[in-house]
């Protein structure tokens, strides 16, 4: 496995992890998990529906809506269980992540047109002593992080598909979003635009 490189203390960057046929197989399985959990623009608490389109994959799913912010264990839409988290992300946990604890939940973002992600933090999950894993699929991502204060200095990154950003330690909880996303950067999404995927261990060992 390549070596990562280090950003900051807790974020950390492999560029290029996956190869392009792994992108392509992951992509495909997404699309099609994403038929019986469709993607959805869910509301914040303030009633404003998110530019990103978002579903999830397995046994917990984030999801949002004017009552806050939550893990649920069923698609708000449909009632049914998310779809099966792909053996090959459990392993990219596994790796990466936590090699005793799994991952229970892995938000889909899908990112098209003018889709942006303002600023924010990774608070939802029961134990954040574990790691947050961003996998970029598609056309490139600037993606923005700052410190643990809404307030501290940001700098930006460029995401390429198949790269791999970890956040842990003193980086779990720093903000971060994603500015814009490079249109035509690559033709790797149908129709276009950039699936990002984010493993996290969300609910209590």
Known sequence: MIQPLTIIPG?????????????????????????????????????????????????LGWVSDRTGYRYAGQHPATGRPWPAMPGVLLDLWAQLGDPEVPADACLVNLYRGTARMGLHQDRDEADPRFPVLSISLGDTAVFRFGGTARKDPTRSLKLASG????LSGPARMAFHGVDRVIAGSSSLVPGGGRINLTLRRAGAE
Not at 21 to 30: D, F, K, M, R, W
Not at 163 to 166: C, E, M, P
Request: net charge negative; hydrophobic share 50%.
């Open 163 to 166: 790269d791999v950003l970890r």
């Open 11 to 59: 974020l950390d960057l492999w560029p290029g992890l996956l190869t392009p046929t792994a992108q392509s197989a992951l992509v495909a399985t997404v699309l099609a998990a994403a038929e019986a959990a469709p993607f959805d623009h869910y509301e914040t608490a303030s009633g404003q529906a998110m530019s990103v389109g978002m579903t999830s994959l397995g046994a």
